[in-house]
């Protein structure tokens, strides 16, 4: 069994055996997976995994010899880090660098804790805005907040995508990014 010691994060993306996107896994599972003739290696890493016989490419993207079955989540999770990764790391009111999460029509109002109604502020429009909602302010959003969608939101959440999956996943901006 190959020596397998990654670098930190690094990882694997799984393809069905149509190519569907499953999930991501660790180096060691995928080169597990390769080993054991349950997966092939379609696109290679950067390195090679060595044992006392054989060298073997880390694998950055492996394919399922046998089709699965698998149940989708119909939603993404929320989360801050979600939330922070959906607006780009900028404030939903002036574009700024974010460090806070705002509800748009605040809780303390009646306001849910839901995909459409969180986003990413900075600290000074956070404050500024407070129990207050954007209209009151006089303020717009750059843009509405939604659910996330789309397969890589599904496969990786809020993980950054190694670019060498961009053959698999739909890695192109989402569409709450353009100016409203």
């Known amino acids: 069994m190959p020596d397998i010691r990654p670098a930190v994060g690094s990882g694997a993306l ?8 499953l999930c ?3 180096v060691r599972r995928a080169a597990i997976l390769v080993i054991s003739a349950k997966a092939v ?3 290679h890493g950067e390195g090679v995994l060595h044992s006392a016989r054989d060298a073997l490419p880390i694998p950055s993207v492996v394919r399922l010899t046998r089709f699965v079955r ?3 989540r119909t939603h993404v999770g ?6 922070f990764a959906r607006d780009g790391w900028r404030c939903a009111y ?3 660098p ?12 009646g306001g849910r804790h839901a995909w459409d109604n969180v986003v990413a502020a900075c600290a000074r429009c956070n404050h500024t805005k407070g129990a207050k909602t954007p209209a009151e302010l006089g303020w717009r959003l750059h843009a509405s907040p939604t659910v ?4 890589a939101w599904r496969v990786l959440g809020h993980r950054t995508p190694d670019p060498r999956w961009a053959d698999w996943l739909d890695l192109r901006e989402p569409e709450t990014e353009a100016a409203a």
């Open 70 to 72: 698998v149940p989708y």
């Open 41 to 43: 290696c379609v696109a």
């Open 98 to 109: 974010a460090e806070t999460i705002d509800h748009v029509f605040p809780r303390s109002r």
């Open 14 to 21: 799984v393809l069905n055996a149509s190519y569907e996107p």
């Open 148 to 151: 996330p969608k789309g397969t």
């Open 94 to 96: 002036c574009r700024g």
């Open 24 to 26: 991501v896994v660790s």
């Open 78 to 83: 929320l989360s801050r880090r979600a939330i």
